[in-house]
């Protein structure tokens, strides 16, 4: 399947388990990344506008979901958006992983397995939106 949810990424094999570092809240506390999840599907990135546009776009229709922004290490937790939880990532580990993949965001299985990488420019196209998963299922 090409441009679908069942592609490698590039520079990253497909499902691999995600790695659970500290996050932190901006209440300053300060949780593992599994603990921020639900026990569905979760899609994570950079905490930039087209992210925030799109990332509930990505989560599966109708299933319980969460989305989380990264805010990076060394920059300071600004605004907000309905719906997405910013956290800092403390260790950098997951803003590294995406940055390697040259995702804007990755979607998370419910047992913590990377399930696809979105990448940064498919997020930053205004004309489309990223296909979420019941659409990719579709083709």
């Known amino acids: 399947m090409t441009n679908g949810f069942f592609e490698q990424s590039k520079g990253h094999a497909h499902s691999e388990l995600l790695p659970q ?3 932190e809240r901006r209440d300053g506390s300060v949780l593992r ?3 921020l999840l639900s026990d569905g599907f979760a ?3 950079h905490d930039t506008p087209a992210f925030r546009a799109h990332a509930q776009g990505l989560l599966p229709p109708g299933m319980p979901g969460v989305a989380l922004a990264l805010v990076r290490r060394d920059d300071d937790f600004v605004g907000g958006h309905h719906g997405i939880e910013t956290v800092r990532d403390t260790s950098g580990e997951i803003a590294a992983l995406l ?3 040259r995702a804007g965001a990755i979607v ?4 913590r397995y ?3 990488f979105v990448d940064a420019a498919e997020l930053c196209e ?6 979420n998963m019941h659409e990719a ?3």
């Open 99 to 101: 940055d390697r993949c």
């Open 137 to 139: 299922h579709q083709l």
């Open 126 to 131: 205004p004309s489309s939106t990223p296909r």
């Open 33 to 35: 990344l599994d603990a």
């Open 43 to 45: 899609v994570i990135g």
């Open 21 to 23: 570092p500290l996050m």
């Open 108 to 111: 998370l299985r419910p047992d």
């Open 114 to 116: 990377s399930y696809r």
